[in-house]
T-cell receptor
């Protein structure tokens, strides 16, 4: 397994457009997380799934953001009506939740620029 | 509330030892993580402390005191490639990250 992958790696879009990002976790991992990171800051939690169930969403996640993990494998994050403030690196991570194992493995991220 | 504090920047010399501190005020943290992040890349896992004390892993060690809400990452025999941001994070399901400490290693 080559780790967590994300596509696209870069996305430039105009304000008001919709964008969708994809994350493929490590194959046996049952948890998948989305974070957002801006320059000079640590990642901020957005949402996470256990299998196909979305268990928590951050209050940072406005109604314009939606995430799915339909079959408990890959996940998509959609941003509708993008705003310049949405420009950031969107990171996906996955983990296998077993007794005593909480490490999250991060993908390379999708860098979004909203012009 | 949940808050994690760490210094913004540090500099050190190749071959030296550096300690990066992290303090936190939060409830519900199951343990403390340290991640390394090179510019433009994803964070990579360094260490996880769930019990008080020192965990050693090669050149890197991490310490946790849950009663004091304090952790540190110790990097020994610094190399140029250790120049990166070091992120302190806590959590049980989701991770709450500090802003990161940018470490610059000079020859």
């Amino acid at each position: 397994d080559t780790g967590v992958s994300q596509n696209p790696r870069h996305k430039i879009t105009k304000r008001g457009q919709n964008v969708t990002f994809r994350c493929d976790p490590i194959s046996e991992h049952n948890r998948l997380y989305w974070y957002r990171q801006t320059l000079g800051q640590g990642p901020e939690f957005l949402t996470y799934f256990q299998n196909e169930a979305q268990l928590e969403k951050s209050r940072l996640l406005s109604d314009r953001f939606s995430a799915e993990r339909p079959k408990g494998s890959f996940s998509t994050l959609e941003i509708q009506r993008t705003e310049q403030g949405d420009s950031a690196m969107y990171l996906c991570a996955s983990s296998l939740v077993t007794s005593g194992d909480y490490e999250q493995y991060f993908g390379p991220g999708t860098r979004l620029t909203v012009t | 509330g949940q808050n994690i504090d760490q210094p913004t920047e540090m500099t050190a010399t190749e071959g030296a030892i550096v300690q990066i501190n992290c303090t936190y005020q939060t409830s519900g943290f199951n343990g403390l993580f340290w991640y390394q992040q090179h510019a433009g890349e994803a964070p990579t896992f360094l260490s996880y402390n769930v019990l008080d004390g020192l965990e050693e892993k090669g050149r890197f060690s991490s310490f946790l005191s849950r009663s004091k809400g304090y952790s540190y990452l110790l990097l020994k025999e610094l190399q140029m490639k250790d120049s990166a941001s070091y992120l302190c994070a806590g959590g049980y399901n989701k991770l709450i990250f500090g802003a990161g400490t940018r470490l610059a290693v000079h020859p």
